[in-house]
């Protein structure tokens, strides 16, 4: 159970600094007077699991017991616009 518990720790961690670090406005693209700032959506998923518990196959294959421990994460962003940002003027372009 402490492995499963450092992991979703260790995650949590991970995750809180994606969302600080340009993870939805994206670090912005300038040209001259020109700059282009994508926006983006952001999908998190995480989850973990811990097991444990004797039984006939269980001893043969590991005789001080069966247990079972794991935990995942994935992050994913998609670009759904661009903030264009030229000298005065400033446009909202989706994308797709």
């Known amino acids: 159970m402490e492995f499963v518990r450092d ?3 260790d995650l949590n ?4 600094k994606l969302a ?3 993870a939805v406005v994206g670090k912005a693209i300038s040209v001259g007077d020109r ?10 998923a995480f989850g973990g699991g811990a097991g444990s518990g ?3 196959v269980e001893e043969r294959l590991n005789p001080s017991g069966a ?5 995942g994460g ?3 962003t998609r670009p759904m616009a661009v903030l ?5 003027s400033v446009k909202l372009k989706a994308l797709g």
């Open 7 to 9: 992991i979703l720790s």
């Open 35 to 44: 700059h282009v700032v994508p926006l983006c959506e952001i999908t998190l």
């Open 84 to 88: 264009v940002i030229d000298g005065d």
């Open 74 to 76: 994935a992050a994913k």
């Open 13 to 16: 961690k991970n995750l809180a």
């Open 20 to 22: 600080e670090d340009n």
């Open 67 to 71: 247990r079972g421990q794991g935990a």
């Open 54 to 56: 004797e039984g006939t």
